[in-house]
């Protein structure tokens, strides 16, 4: 069965430093990756989406790598900032047919002052 | 805009009753879902709709039901909660195909006891 693979483990970062988190997929092959933010007692919020065909993809402070041989996504933010503490989702989805996303756990990442 | 909502925000339910929960959204998207999210575990999709009239199955929707008679509403019905139902309920909607972003409600927080 199609599986997401997120780091169950908070990841604790000293303000200004890059935060990277991993999302690793198994069993399929998505078109697109793409990953949401979600705060304590709120809905995901989306931030950026990737396609198979491209290795990188940026956003302000964010960045998203993409590596469909690996089957991985890495997600990266730079000068990070305590107000960038939340819960991180990634989600592979497909082309075609209805919108299926399959959602990773999360992993949650505070930012220190 | 108010995107996507959702009522009631709470509920508590004894095991054995029914209840229904509302979503709405303005953005005249044709694809709606509702998920639940359990602690550790990621969105899980319960039901979805490809456009007003239209419900299928998603990956967990035993014991539930769905409604998609106005394109904007999309209402999920529990006939006979269970404990095991306890979870945040989210609806969200977008627009056709992978590379679309989906818009999350705010969530409901449902007990059975």
């Known amino acids: 069965s199609q599986k997401i693979e997120q780091n169950s483990e908070a990841l604790n970062i000293q303000e200004g430093k890059t935060a990277t988190l991993t999302c690793n997929y198994t069993?399929?092959?998505?078109?697109?990756l793409q990953w949401y933010r979600q705060d304590p007692g709120r809905g995901p919020v989306f931030l950026l989406l990737?396609?198979?065909?491209?290795k990188e993809k940026r956003k302000e402070r964010l960045k998203v790598t993409f590596d469909t041989t690996l089957k991985q996504s890495l997600f990266h933010i730079t000068a990070s900032q305590p107000a960038d503490s939340a819960t991180y989702l990634c989600?592979?989805?497909?082309?075609?047919?209805?919108?299926?996303?399959?959602f990773g756990a999360g992993t949650r990442l505070a930012v220190h002052p | 805009n108010a995107g996507v909502t959702q009522t009631p925000k709470f509920r508590v339910l004894k095991t054995g009753q029914s209840m229904t929960l509302l979503c709405a959204q303005d953005?005249?998207?044709?694809?709606m879902y509702w998920y639940r999210q359990d602690p550790g575990m990621g969105l899980r999709l319960i039901h979805y709709?490809?456009?007003?009239?239209?419900?299928a199955k998603g990956e967990v929707p035993d014991g539930y039901n769905v409604s998609r008679l106005k394109k904007q509403n999309f209402l999920l019905g529990l006939e006979s909660a269970a404990p095991s139902q306890t979870s945040v309920y989210f609806c969200?909607?977008?627009?056709?195909?992978?590379?679309?972003?989906?818009?999350f409600g705010p969530g409901t927080r449902l007990t059975v006891t």
């Open positions: 069993n399929y092959s998505p078109a697109y």
């Open positions: 709709s490809v456009g007003e009239g239209t419900t």
């Open positions: 989600a592979p989805s497909f082309s075609g047919g209805y919108n299926k996303l399959i």
């Open positions: 969200a909607s977008s627009s056709p195909g992978g590379a679309y972003e989906q818009y």
């Open positions: 953005m005249n998207h044709e694809y």
């Open positions: 990737i396609r198979e065909n491209e």
